[in-house]
């Protein structure tokens, strides 16, 4: 009788948890990710120590295997530098055109930057699952980073905070495959949506078929939605397709930044507008 | 006792996931520690411990993972499930044993996320990403040796009884 009791009680647990874990699935977005950043906190700064430590001996490992190859390197760099040189003479006059004019776009860019702070952020975490591409950067809420604040590296586009904790925060790359980048191509104009594809690459979406892309064409963003500034560098075409019957085009985009291979990033904060109800 | 094992276990897991692993990563494909010690602690435990785990290693993953929250909580459940059915009928111990049923969940669960995941995002690259599946499972089935051991040493040295023995 006993023994009864308690594997139905077991069972009812059991039945419990399930119906717990299925409810998870309809909670909204904005509270889980509150949650999972919550939860994930704590272990920020352990994932911090362990994050520059490898990082550490990755980098040792790196200069070790370059010593063997720097000699050789050295010359051929050496003789490239000397024809460059010649070059760069060659080019001084369309140089110093190209720097007045830049000089007039600079001063015009930084009344429309006064509106935002970066603050620099190390890369402490790597998403666990395969095919989601988010990072854990060890800023949040205490730094004055919110969710929606756009992620760079060198003036290219990494991503976007999805989610912030009170000293850490997550944010989705555009490789990831719910992100969706309003972009143009630099030179045509034309505009389109880069979407990751989860296997470390981006696809432009929304070309239409008439439009000529070449190859190497690079890949800007074009500030429509207000989500993301414009002119930040996406990455460059590496691959056109057209399906006979589709109205646009499958164009394969790599992305500028590698993730791999740096270890912070800039995070652009808003200021807060003011009277902003709260 | 058991759940503070697992939960440490977990946590331990989620730091090397999320700091270490993708130094050993190729092709962009790492190891899934999650998965091998899902099917550790099943091929091992009863079918409720084991259930414990699957919830508990599913939730940390969805806590540490962009996307749903609750998915991954779902499919570890399911997964933990099938290899609680089908541990009676094996011999748990054997490293061919471990090494194919771990290809064999990672496999099952790899594509299960992939289709959930494409009906939650429509995006057309996702079911391209199918080949990734059998490419995880393998790496995942390399490491299950040392993984293995290492889960065994552990649970041995906290006193809970050897893999020699059930749990």
């Keep these: 009788m006993r023994r009864n009791r308690d594997r139905s009680t077991k069972r009812f647990i059991i039945f419990v948890f399930v119906i717990v874990s299925i409810s998870l699935l309809f909670i909204p977005e904005s509270i889980t990710n509150n949650i999972k950043v919550t939860v994930a906190s704590p272990l920020a700064p352990v994932q911090k120590i362990i994050s520059h430590t490898s990082n550490f001996f ?34 001084q006059d369309i140089i110093n055109v190209s720097k007045k004019k830049l000089e007039i776009v600079s001063e015009y860019k930084k009344n429309i930057d006064d509106k935002e702070e970066p603050v620099v952020a190390d890369i402490i975490g790597f998403d666990v699952s395969s095919f989601r591409k988010s990072i854990i950067v060890d800023v949040g809420k205490k730094q004055g980073v919110s969710v929606g604040d756009v992620v760079v590296f060198g003036n290219a586009l990494v991503g976007r905070i999805s989610a912030t904790g009170n000293s850490s925060g997550r944010v989705m790359l555009i490789t990831d495959p719910a992100s969706n980048v309003p972009s143009r191509f630099l030179e045509s104009r034309t505009r389109g949506i880069v979407q990751g594809t989860a296997d470390g690459k981006c696809m432009m979406k929304y070309v239409p078929r008439q439009i000529k892309v070449d190859k190497p064409e690079k890949i800007i963003s074009s500030g429509m939605g207000g989500v993301f500034p414009k002119s930040l560098y996406i990455g460059n075409v590496i691959e056109v397709k057209q399906k006979s019957a589709s109205l646009f085009k499958d164009i394969k985009v790599i992305p500028r930044i590698d993730i791999s291979k740096i270890e912070n990033v800039l995070v652009i904060k808003r200021k807060k507008e003011e009277n902003t109800p709260e | 006792m058991p759940w503070i094992t697992i939960i440490s276990v977990t946590v331990c897991i989620s730091l090397i996931q999320t700091t270490l692993l993708r130094h050993i990563s190729f092709l962009g494909i790492q190891p899934d520690l999650f998965i091998i010690f899902l099917v550790f602690h099943s091929l091992n435990a009863n079918r409720e411990r084991s259930f414990h785990a699957s919830w508990v290693v599913g939730l940390t993953k969805d806590i540490f993972s962009e996307g749903p929250f609750g998915l991954n909580t779902v499919l570890f459940i399911i997964a933990g499930y099938i290899v609680s059915i089908i541990r009676g009928n094996i011999y748990g111990r054997h490293l061919a044993t471990q090494i194919s049923v771990t290809f064999i969940i990672s496999i099952i669960y790899n594509l299960l996320y992939l289709c959930l995941l494409s009906m939650l995002i429509t995006s057309a690259g ?25 889960f065994s040493r552990f649970y041995s040295s906290f006193g809970f009884p050897s893999s020699r023995r059930k749990f």
């Design chain 2, 126 to 150: 996702l079911f391209s990403m199918a080949w990734e599946c059998p490419l995880i499972a393998i790496y995942n089935s390399i490491i299950v040796l040392p993984v293995f051991w290492l």
């Design chain 1, 58 to 91: 990755k980098n040792g490992f790196e200069k070790l295997a370059a010593l063997s190859t720097a000699v050789d390197e050295k010359n051929d760099l050496g003789k490239e530098v000397f024809l460059l040189k010649n070059k760069i003479i060659e080019q």
